[in-house]
């Protein structure tokens, strides 16, 4: 578990050099564990992201009678699948630790089961939204119940007849998508979705590795209930997300030259590069593949010098978790940023809008909330005393702000770093990064 008072210490300046490999993709990872206990057969993971969310995914099939071996200290997870209607009544609350992708993917399958569970989360995810999926779901023929306010826990009721529905979703988020159609592997007919926008479309490729039928037509997709799942091996590439803190590090920090190698390079993750690029950054993508029916791809990053943008509001679902980080991107570039229709910001690990907002403040960098983004000005970041909210990205970012600070910073509460990047601390030290830890 999540030590509780770690903090973070950057020495200023510094660059980042040489080839690193972050770890795997934690929406990936995810999903292997659930697609892969849904199977029928031995599903093999390679790179699974030992991350606490993902490990919360793990221990929750566990909970639920599937036979899981690793991870490994190489990543390398078996998973022995017992079908769609295998699973068996935990004797214990699931816990989803911080994690709002094991929830909301999470109700929709639970949705489908013979059994009741109940599923708890950390103070972070005890905020967070989950009207989003239980009411479509409910829509479907689910029991769900929640707070007043529609917070976890969630206690999901099993033996519900399910429905297909069809389902305009009111926000562009992967995890309701997810949660629908995960849902419908279990439903009477047809589940489709419409999204207002592009958003990671991860479960529909591993669905559809997995044999099942899924069918995308531009911003429309379906399936059916009643097929199966037939186990396959899963190649995680490594994690866009954890890759962003260095591609935005070394773009910022002066004289860097750093390979991130084996990233995954989803077209619906894409967004950071797109946007760094407008703002003038340096990036090469080398030796483009494919893994296990994602594109994978090594890239180089070469400091530049950065301009301030108005960031396409196109690539905001595709660059969603990295805004945070991208807000450092804007600190260090010359001129203005500005980022709308950004507001599911607010409801994340933290408030990211309003917690990078007082950080950067807090640096000396003019940065304005907005409702649904941010106005930032290009400046000189001094160091400063940060709190992370508890926020594993925000922790990160400002880590990485380091490079470009005056004096030393200072962030408080880091543990929540070891839910999706295990290792940064080591890894950013060795391509340069002047970080240390103290606290318990
Ligand atoms: C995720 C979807 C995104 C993202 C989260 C992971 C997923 O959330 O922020 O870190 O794995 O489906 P939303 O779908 O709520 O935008």
Redesign the pocket.
Known sequence: MSQQNLRFIVQPGGKLIGRIRVPGD??IS??SIMLGSLAEGITQVSGFLQGEDCLCTLQAFRNMGVQIEGPSEEGKVTIHGVGLHGLKAPNTDLDMGNS??SM??MSGLMSGQAFDVRMTGDSSLSKRPMK?VTVPLAQMGARIDATEQGTPPLVVHGSSQLTGIHYEMP????????ALLLAGLYAEGETSVTEPAP??D??ERMLRGFGYTVKTEGNHISLTGGGKLTAMAIDVPSDI?SAAFFMVGASIAEGSDLIIEHVGMNPTRTGVIDILRLMGANLELLNPREVGGEPVADIRVRSAKLKGIRIPEALV?LA??EFPVLFVAASCAEGETVLTGAE?LR??ESDRIQVMADGLVACGIDARPTADGIIIQGGKLTGGTITSHNDHRIAMSFSIAGLRASSSMLINDCATVNT?FPGFVQLAYGAGLGISTDGE
Do not use: F, N
């Not at 926000?171 to 997810?178: H, L, P, T």
């Open positions: 934690k929406s995810h999903r709002g992708t909301r993917l989003r926000m562009a988020s992967a995890q309701v998508k997810s958003t990671r991860h479960t997300s679902p969603i978790d599911e409801v994340k999706s």
